[in-house]
């Protein structure tokens, strides 16, 4: 579909102009740093439900999953339906609780801020070494979202790679810089409503393109018998235990991962959070379903050959081929809205570690608040420049950085935050070997294996972590009777 292509373009003008219009909205209702992290805890039971999946999705739900799907079929709906499990846990066991306790012991505003409170941290070493993990696995997140915003205007718009990079980031470097989580979020809501329309639709109208369901299957088992078989990889090799463990391992993520995280903390009123649940697990299991689905009938059809990193843009070529020009910009935009509303939340927590937790702690620790509102945002700035460099390989697979990430934050927060919610015998110690352990453990596994083993590195890495979490608290002397106190008097308003 080349630039001259109206009806597209048009689509995109207007997606894009009203999302700026929601960052200037906000600009101008932004007051203080609270204001522009976690939007004074104001978020309503829709907007928190879908802007915590939006931005839990990603560009992967509409390029990186549809494109496993399309070279591994039904192999794929192992990680769909681990984070399935995972998101319906993580809104079970975190929301209620994380809400609570980030409110009521020292109005924590950040996770780091939490893990300080929580264990009345007065050295700042919990918060910092946080923030630098924050730090770390963000910059290669927001990449990850950079790579397929860059890798949809190229296909789309014919554009280079590079041009296509900047100019999808600047977009939402914009509106972020503005408006600050209640801009990043109330965006997450309109783009999480586009996507759920996009990967609703274009998946049946390629359905029936193909004449129905069952025609497709019929074709797909023509093609490959091993695509419809969960068991079977599409080599035909029986799928290993192993393997069916790691594709599962994708819900263990859930529970450390900042960007969504903020979202139960910023819910106007817990009581609601069960709706909110409600909202998000009908929203997430149609979306992977027939994210799966995509893929699969992109194969079927097929749209084009694709290899290798390729392959996540069948999503695009299905819309190419499907859709009228005008529904084709919309369902386009849907994609740029997968994108921008998992960048834009990962560009807000990584500025607010930099501000919060480094410059407030360590730097200034009288920093006014209008002070510590443009540091914030300048450390958007920032924080963007570094993952368009990291971004700028057109190599690069959105699902494989997607992945590292993903389990860089599972295991280094996952274990910590569900032990810190539930157990009150943990200890400062005990968080901080958690934090060290996991996190250090997915950066080496990969290159200290060496192939060996083809273990996702969030199961070893959050494993590891728990085992240093429960082992170092118990070898350490039992937490001050007024840690015990607030958690036994949180937990009980929580019950209640």
Same mark, same amino acid.
């Given at each position: 579909?080349?630039?001259?292509?109206?009806?597209?373009?048009?689509?995109?003008?207007?997606?894009?102009?009203?999302?700026?219009?929601?960052?200037?909205?906000?600009?101008?209702?932004?007051?203080?740093?609270? !204001?522009?992290?976690?939007?004074?805890?104001?978020?309503?039971?829709?907007?928190?439900?879908?802007?915590?999946?939006?931005?839990?999705?990603?560009?992967?739900?509409?390029?990186?999953?549809?494109?496993?799907?399309?070279?591994?079929?039904?192999?794929?709906?192992?990680?769909?339906?681990?984070?399935?499990?995972?998101?319906? #846990?993580?809104?079970?066991?975190?929301?209620?609780?994380?809400?609570?306790?980030?409110?009521?012991?020292?109005?924590?505003?950040?996770?780091? !801020?939490?893990?300080?409170?929580?264990?009345?941290?007065?050295?700042?070493?919990?918060?910092?070494?946080?923030?630098?993990?924050?730090?770390?696995?963000?910059?290669?997140?927001?990449?990850?979202?950079?790579?397929?915003?860059?890798?949809?205007?190229?296909?789309?718009?014919?554009?280079?790679?590079?041009?296509?990079?900047?100019?999808?980031?600047?977009? &939402?470097?914009?509106?972020?810089?503005?408006?600050?989580?209640?801009?990043?979020?109330?965006?997450?809501?309109?783009?999480?409503?586009?996507?759920?329309?996009?990967?609703?639709?274009?998946?049946?109208?390629?359905?029936?393109? /193909?004449?129905?369901?069952?025609?497709?299957?019929?074709?797909?088992? +023509?093609?490959?018998?091993?695509?419809?078989?969960?068991?079977?990889?599409?080599?035909?090799?029986?799928?290993?235990?192993?393997?069916?463990?790691?594709?599962?391992?994708?819900?263990?993520?859930?529970?450390?991962?900042?960007?969504?995280?903020?979202?139960?903390?910023?819910?106007?009123?817990?009581?609601?959070?069960?709706?909110?649940?409600?909202?998000?697990?009908?929203?997430? &299991?149609?979306? =992977?379903?027939?994210?799966?689905?995509?893929?699969?009938?992109?194969?079927? #059809?097929?749209?084009?050959?694709?290899?290798?990193?390729?392959?996540?843009?069948?999503?695009?070529?299905?819309?190419?081929?499907?859709?009228?020009?005008?529904?084709?910009?919309?369902?386009?935009?849907?994609?740029?809205?997968?994108?921008?509303?998992?960048?834009?939340?990962?560009?807000?927590?990584?500025?607010?570690?930099?501000?919060?937790?480094?410059?407030?702690? =360590?730097?200034?620790?009288?920093?006014?608040?209008?002070?510590?509102?443009?540091?914030?945002?300048?450390?958007? #700035?920032?924080?963007?420049?570094?993952?368009?460099?990291?971004?700028?390989?057109?190599?690069?697979?959105? #699902?494989?950085?997607?992945?590292?990430?993903?389990?860089?934050?599972?295991?280094?927060?996952?274990?910590?935050?569900?032990?810190?919610?539930?157990?009150?015998?943990?200890?400062?110690?005990?968080?901080?070997?958690?934090?060290?352990?996991?996190?250090?453990?997915?950066?080496?596994? +990969?290159?200290?294996?060496?192939?060996?083993?083809?273990?996702?590195?969030?199961?070893?890495?959050?494993?590891?972590?728990?085992?240093?979490?429960?082992?170092?608290?118990?070898?350490?002397?039992?937490?001050?009777?007024?840690?015990? /106190?607030?958690?036994?008097?949180?937990?009980?308003?929580?019950?209640?």
């Amino acid at each position: 579909m080349a630039l001259n292509n109206a009806h597209v373009i048009i689509a995109f003008a207007v997606y894009l102009t009203f999302m700026l219009a929601i960052g200037w909205f906000f600009y101008r209702r932004t007051r203080n740093l609270a !204001d522009y992290i976690l939007g004074g805890r104001g978020l309503n039971s829709w907007v928190a439900a879908m802007s915590a999946q939006a931005s839990d999705m990603s560009g992967w739900l509409l390029m990186g999953l549809p494109g496993f799907a399309y070279l591994a079929g039904l192999e794929a709906g192992w990680i769909a339906l681990g984070l399935g499990i995972g998101t319906y #846990l993580n809104w079970k066991l975190v929301a209620s609780r994380l809400r609570r306790y980030t409110e009521t012991a020292g109005d924590a505003l950040t996770i780091p !801020d939490y893990f300080e409170n929580r264990f009345h941290d007065r050295s700042h070493v919990l918060r910092v070494v946080s923030a630098l993990f924050i730090l770390v696995f963000f910059l290669i997140y927001t990449a990850s979202g950079f790579v397929a915003g860059a890798k949809l205007f190229a296909t789309v718009f014919e554009l280079p790679y590079l041009t296509a990079l900047i100019l999808g980031a600047l977009v &939402i470097i914009a509106y972020t810089f503005m408006g600050g989580f209640m801009a990043v979020s109330w965006t997450d809501f309109f783009q999480g409503t586009i996507m759920f329309l996009a990967i609703l639709v274009v998946p049946i109208l390629a359905v029936l393109h /193909k004449g129905g369901f069952t025609a497709m299957i019929a074709d797909l088992g +023509k093609l490959n018998r091993e695509f419809l078989d969960p068991f079977t990889s599409a080599s035909g090799e029986t799928i290993t235990l192993v393997a069916v463990v790691s594709l599962l391992a994708w819900g263990l993520g859930y529970f450390g991962q900042p960007h969504i995280l903020a979202r139960f903390m910023a819910i106007r009123n817990p009581d609601r959070i069960p709706r909110s649940r409600h909202i998000a697990m009908t929203w997430v &299991i149609i979306s =992977l379903g027939f994210a799966v689905l995509a893929g699969m009938a992109g194969a079927a #059809l097929p749209v084009e050959s694709l290899v290798g990193p390729d392959s996540e843009k069948v999503f695009i070529l299905l819309v190419q081929r499907m859709a009228h020009p005008l529904a084709a910009g919309i369902f386009l935009s849907a994609i740029l809205a997968a994108i921008m509303s998992t960048a834009d939340s990962q560009l807000l927590v990584t500025s607010s570690a930099i501000t919060r937790d480094f410059y407030k702690v =360590l730097l200034r620790p009288r920093a006014r608040e209008r002070e510590l509102l443009w540091v914030s945002r300048l450390a958007v #700035l920032g924080v963007a420049a570094v993952a368009l460099v990291l971004a700028m390989n057109p190599e690069n697979s959105v #699902l494989g950085l997607v992945a590292y990430a993903w389990a860089g934050f599972g295991a280094t927060f996952g274990p910590l935050v569900l032990i810190s919610l539930y157990w009150p015998r943990m200890t400062r110690k005990g968080a901080l070997a958690g934090i060290v352990v996991g996190g250090i453990t997915v950066l080496v596994w +990969k290159p200290l294996s060496g192939g060996i083993f083809n273990l996702y590195e969030i199961v070893p890495g959050f494993l590891f972590s728990t085992l240093a979490i429960l082992a170092f608290s118990l070898l350490d002397k039992e937490p001050a009777a007024d840690i015990k /106190k607030e958690f036994i008097r949180i937990n009980a308003g929580e019950a209640r």
